[in-house]
């Protein structure tokens, strides 16, 4: 490998989070899937409203075309220029109605988001706070249904900030907002209790994260018909959730519920049942998630072995059609040999993977799809890190430090049976007080191992950072 394509490796560093509880498995890289199929609490730009008289005022219309220039900025994507444009708003708001004002308040909101934008963090937290601080003196009250908006930005300024603690009561006092004036059962807040649930989860708390999806679910089914996409989605998620925590059962369950409703609706041989399927074959079992009820290893492989067998049988139904899905298919069952030995072997993945990797070569347009599934190395088993320091009988004052957050940064490289191998530590913090038990576990992760001309090949110069707090 050239040195240009290692030091291009090094900058797509895999990424993990476990939290550090001594006696926890952390489900390493679940928590990347468990964000996946959860709604994004963001913020949305504000109308600032300008009545008749000022309207007619030079800098009535000057804040009108300010404002419309901002939105086709924002809309096109244009950071820089739509930043710049929310300045100017903040500073004619402010000759208009004065310092403080709901106007205002609108005003900082919408430079708060382009700050998100142009990754400005800091300063759109400040202008978040303000704009809440200016809604509550306006309306007086703390549940005035404008602070929802406000709300949503801080929170995600926080948890950009890596404040997730913090974070969480501003989630819930936005859900609480939109409970006192659009009902407890109102779909305005989906998006919040998504996100709330998603903080809990990269917090380690799995359970909270759990009981907000439950609610979540209830309120889908409570507001969606049966027939809409919408309660299929709400299913799919659901089976999603459980997947992304390692409960086999319950996932399996949720999965089959969806692809009966796909069955009913839509046929046995539907494009909507494959990644699913695809999905519920990857779920990989943790059994610090599942209180009883076990299913056996076997029944979980025939399981799993069925999902992927039925997942390539649809997708090859839609070959011709879908050239793009039939080869993503055909990776996934690649992935599959590699994943799981216990029910194929590396070698069992070179077929499918030469079928996709031909099938996105017969023409120009799909090279790039192919580039991105076998361009690189690509993760397809994350096994848990168990959060337990390498010394259990270190001294109280050393065991303070498990409570704080660290990395261990490492270097591999990937043969072509999808093996990291030559691993090593680049850096850590603490040093050295997860080194071996990340390494212990990096080796049993598993990776797609790069394509070239159909064929795997070995790949150098990978790194790997395991996050813990």
């Given at each position: 490998?050239?040195?240009?394509?290692?030091?291009?490796?090094?900058?797509?560093?895999?990424?993990?989070?476990?939290?550090?509880?001594?006696?926890?498995?952390?489900?390493?890289?679940?928590?990347?899937?468990?964000?996946?199929?959860?709604?994004?609490?963001?913020?949305?730009?504000?109308?600032?409203?300008?009545?008749?008289?000022?309207?007619?005022?030079?800098?009535?219309?000057?804040?009108?075309?300010?404002?419309?220039?901002?939105?086709?900025?924002?809309?096109?994507?244009?950071?820089?220029?739509?930043?710049?444009?929310?300045?100017?708003?903040?500073?004619?708001?402010?000759?208009?109605?004065?310092?403080?004002?709901?106007?205002?308040?609108?005003?900082?909101?919408?430079?708060?988001?382009?700050?998100?934008?142009?990754?400005?963090?800091?300063?759109?937290?400040?202008?978040?706070?303000?704009?809440?601080?200016?809604?509550?003196?306006?309306?007086?009250?703390?549940?005035?249904?404008?602070?929802?908006?406000?709300?949503?930005?801080?929170?995600?300024?926080?948890?950009?900030?890596?404040?997730?603690?913090?974070?969480?009561?501003?989630?819930?006092?936005?859900?609480?907002?939109?409970h006192v004036n659009l009902g407890p059962n109102n779909l305005?807040?989906?998006?919040?209790?998504?996100?709330?649930?998603?903080?809990?989860?990269?917090?380690?708390?799995?359970?909270?994260?759990?009981?907000?999806?439950?609610?979540?679910?209830?309120?889908?089914?409570?507001?969606?018909?049966?027939?809409?996409?919408?309660?299929?989605?709400?299913?799919?998620?659901?089976?999603?959730?459980?997947?992304?925590?390692?409960?086999?059962?319950?996932?399996?369950?949720?999965?089959?519920?969806?692809?009966?409703?796909?069955?009913?609706?839509?046929?046995?041989?539907?494009?909507?049942?494959?990644?699913?399927?695809?999905?519920?074959?990857?779920?990989?079992?943790?059994?610090?998630?599942?209180?009883?009820?076990?299913?056996?290893?076997?029944?979980?492989?025939?399981?799993?072995?069925?999902?992927?067998?039925?997942?390539?049988?649809?997708?090859?139904?839609?070959?011709?059609?879908?050239?793009?899905?039939?080869?993503?298919?055909?990776?996934?069952?690649?992935?599959?040999?590699?994943?799981?030995?216990?029910?194929?072997?590396?070698?069992?993945?070179?077929?499918?993977?030469?079928?996709?990797?031909?099938?996105?070569?017969?023409?120009?347009?799909?090279?790039?799809?192919?580039?991105?599934?076998?361009?690189?190395?690509?993760?397809?088993?994350?096994?848990?890190?168990?959060?337990?320091?390498?010394?259990?009988?270190?001294?109280?004052?050393?065991?303070?430090?498990?409570?704080?957050?660290?990395?261990?940064?490492?270097?591999?490289?990937?043969?072509?049976?999808?093996?990291?191998?030559?691993?090593?530590?680049?850096?850590?913090?603490?040093?050295?007080?997860?080194?071996?038990?990340?390494?212990?576990?990096?080796?049993?992760?598993?990776?797609?191992?790069?394509?070239?001309?159909?064929?795997?090949?070995?790949?150098?110069?990978?790194?790997?950072?395991?996050?813990?707090?």
């Open positions: 490998m050239s040195s240009s394509r290692s030091s291009g490796l090094r900058e797509k560093t895999l990424t993990v989070v476990s939290v550090l509880l001594v006696g926890l498995v952390a489900l390493a890289g679940f928590s990347s899937a468990a964000r996946a199929n959860l709604p994004e609490a963001d913020p949305v730009p504000e109308i600032i409203n300008v009545d008749g008289p000022i309207a007619d005022t030079p800098e009535g219309a000057e804040l009108l075309s300010l404002t419309a220039r901002y939105q086709a900025q924002a809309t096109a994507g244009e950071t820089e220029e739509a930043l710049e444009l929310a300045k100017q708003i903040v500073a004619v708001s402010s000759q208009l109605w004065g310092e403080q004002s709901p106007q205002l308040a609108s005003a900082l909101t919408n430079l708060a988001i382009a700050q998100i934008d142009a990754g400005d963090i800091e300063a759109a937290q400040q202008n978040f706070l303000g704009a809440i601080s200016m809604r509550e003196l306006y309306s007086s009250s703390i549940i005035d249904p404008e602070l929802m908006n406000p709300l949503r930005g801080l929170a995600k300024t926080m948890v950009a900030m890596n404040a997730i603690e913090e974070a969480i009561p501003v989630y819930e006092r936005a859900i609480h907002v939109s305005e807040q989906m998006d919040l209790m998504g996100a709330l649930s998603r903080a809990y989860f990269e917090l380690g708390e799995v359970r909270d994260s759990g009981k907000i999806r439950d609610n979540l679910y209830r309120l889908q089914l409570r507001n969606f018909d049966k027939e809409s996409d919408q309660y299929l989605d709400a299913v799919l998620s659901r089976a999603r959730w459980f997947a992304s925590i390692g409960d086999f059962n319950s996932s399996l369950l949720a999965y089959k519920r969806y692809f009966t409703i796909v069955n009913s609706r839509f046929g046995k041989d539907d494009k909507r049942l494959v990644m699913p399927m695809v999905e519920l074959a990857f779920v990989t079992d943790d059994p610090t998630t599942t209180e009883r009820g076990d299913l056996s290893a076997q029944v979980q492989q025939r399981e799993k072995e069925r999902a992927i067998a039925r997942a390539t049988r649809v997708a090859e139904a839609h070959k011709d059609e879908d050239p793009v899905l039939y080869a993503q298919t055909m990776a996934k069952k690649g992935d599959f040999a590699i994943a799981f030995p216990q029910i194929g072997t590396p070698r069992n993945a070179r077929i499918p993977y030469r079928i996709a990797w031909e099938t996105l070569s017969k023409s120009p347009e799909l090279i790039r799809v192919r580039d991105e599934l076998f361009e690189e190395p690509v993760a397809v088993r994350l096994v848990p890190i168990v959060t337990t320091p390498d010394n259990t009988t270190n001294s109280r004052q050393e065991m303070a430090l498990y409570q704080e957050r660290g990395f261990v940064n490492l270097s591999f490289d990937v043969n072509r049976f999808g093996r990291p191998v030559n691993i090593a530590v680049i850096e850590s913090e603490p040093a050295g007080l997860m080194d071996g038990i990340v390494i212990r576990r990096f080796r049993n992760y598993r990776f797609r191992p790069a394509i070239r001309n159909g064929s795997p090949v070995a790949t150098t110069g990978m790194s790997f950072r395991h996050d813990f707090r």
